[in-house]
């Protein structure tokens, strides 16, 4: 199977990074296709902690090609930053490893001021974003008067855009950050963002010949299914779309040359910031998982709101994403806990439904129905084979898989890349 897409299920945070890593090894090159430096994926080499917000998890391997697609929305100072951590910790990043699309669209500094000041206004009614500037610049992006990264080029291009661009930004801003729209100063970073000129590329083109002449391609999704635009828990969502539909159009290649669709699941739910979460634990419960689990966002440190894994929720996401496989993680947070519950349905107004409402407030109203499974007592990090799992373990992923509507190709036990399980003879490239 010449290409793999790898997209998480829940409110992001599933484990994306190490499963790319993972994946990485039998890969020939790595897409990046959407989002911004609001995602953090955190991948782990041996006692080395990496968290990449731009760059594909790709990168960690010294003989891959990633490339950062169109549907990535890039801060250039972010990812000027990012390629300078990796350089001093030994990584090698060059325009021969890493490409960025020429058509992924620049966060400015008065998207990042845009976001806060309408996170500030907005007060309890907040949507509660991690203030990168991600949501004013896909909103510009859709308006028509974005900056595409391609016009780092040419300095009478950049400041054509740029003028345009910040037409009916000046006076929102020019009170209360008027740095962020001052057309000397952004000119002025323009000489330092076009550091990133040699790594400017048609990656669509770069993508297709790599497919082309039969190399495997991994498609590295970002964030969630459930904070999809149009799909996910609107509006407490992300600004594109964060399931399969993005890769499409993040990455101008056609849902016939995706041959495989891996889904990443938690073993029990997460989310950061605000919107409708029906399993919440906010008690000792909650806690537990939290800390076990290091639930703190790596973009942002914020604690992670934890609970119950949601079958509803995460099988809506399995469905419109159309998972061939699931990778379920995070599995060894849940021994020590003497019984486990897992959500097969809501109560909705004295009706049980099974599939996720569309509105956000019915979503918020609905009381989950849980089904309790024995839990494990032993820790489970370094077990190799699914047959070394405690039985308890070993009937609640049967359970989840039953329930879920797609195989479990693979079981994450442990933050390291070599801390997998491949259930079966098959893995995720080759399939059942």
């Known amino acids: 199977m010449p290409s793999l897409a790898v997209v998480g299920l829940q409110w992001g945070d599933e484990g994306k990074g190490k499963v790319v890593d993972a994946l990485t090894a039998e890969a020939d090159l790595v897409c990046r296709y959407g989002g911004g430096a609001n995602a953090g994926h955190t991948v782990c080499v041996g006692s080395e902690r990496f968290v990449l917000h731009l760059v594909p998890s790709g990168i960690l391997h010294p003989d891959k090609r990633c490339v950062i ?10 990812l000027l930053g990012e390629l300078q951590a990796l350089r001093e910790r030994g990584i090698a990043v060059s325009p021969e490893r890493l490409a960025l699309s020429e058509r992924a669209h620049l966060v400015m500094p008065y998207h990042v001021a845009l976001d806060r000041l309408r996170e500030e206004r907005a007060g309890a009614q907040r949507l509660g974003t991690t203030g990168r500037g991600i949501g004013p610049c896909y909103t510009d992006k859709t308006a028509r008067v974005g900056i ?6 040419d300095r009478a291009r950049f400041e054509r855009r740029l003028q345009a661009a910040l037409r009916d930004k000046a006076e929102l801003l020019g ?4 740095e962020a729209v001052d057309p000397a100063r952004l000119l002025a970073a323009l000489d330092r963002w076009q550091q990133l000129v ?9 993508v297709h010949q790599a497919l082309d002449a039969g190399e495997r391609v991994l498609f590295e999704g970002a964030q969630g299914a459930l904070l999809d635009v149009d799909l996910g828990t609107y509006p407490y969502v992300t600004s594109c779309n964060a399931g399969i539909g993005g890769l499409c159009a993040g990455t101008g290649v056609p849902p016939n040359r995706v041959d495989r669709v891996l889904g990443v699941a938690k073993a029990y739910m997460t989310r950061v910031g605000r919107g409708p979460m029906p399993t919440e634990l906010p008690d000792r419960t909650g806690a537990a998982l939290r800390e076990r689990g290091e639930e703190y966002g790596a973009t942002t440190g914020r604690p992670r ?8 929720a995460t099988r809506h996401a399995v469905r419109f994403c159309g998972i061939d496989a699931v990778c379920l993680t995070k599995l060894d947070v849940l021994s020590g806990f003497s019984e486990i519950r ?14 996720m409402p569309a509105d956000a407030e019915e979503l918020a109203a609905c009381e989950p129905v849980y089904e309790t499974l024995a839990g494990w007592a032993e820790p489970i990090a370094e077990v190799t084979r699914e047959e070394e799992l405690p039985p308890a373990a070993r009937d609640y992923v049967a359970f989840v898989e039953a329930r ?16 997998l399980i491949c259930r079966g003879e098959a893995g995720p490239w080759t399939g059942a």
């Open 69 to 78: 697609g169109n549907g990535v929305v890039v801060d250039p100072d972010g």
């Open 148 to 153: 595409h990264a391609g016009a780092l080029r």
């Open 175 to 178: 009170r209360v950050a008027p």
């Open 198 to 206: 040699p790594y400017l590329a048609d990656t669509v083109a770069l």
């Open 305 to 312: 709101r934890c609970g119950w894994l949601d079958l509803v």
């Open 342 to 355: 897992v959500a097969v349905a809501y109560r909705l107004g004295g009706r049980v439904i099974e599939t």
């Open 404 to 419: 879920l509507g797609a195989r479990i190709a693979w079981l994450s036990v442990g933050r390291r890349r070599d801390q």
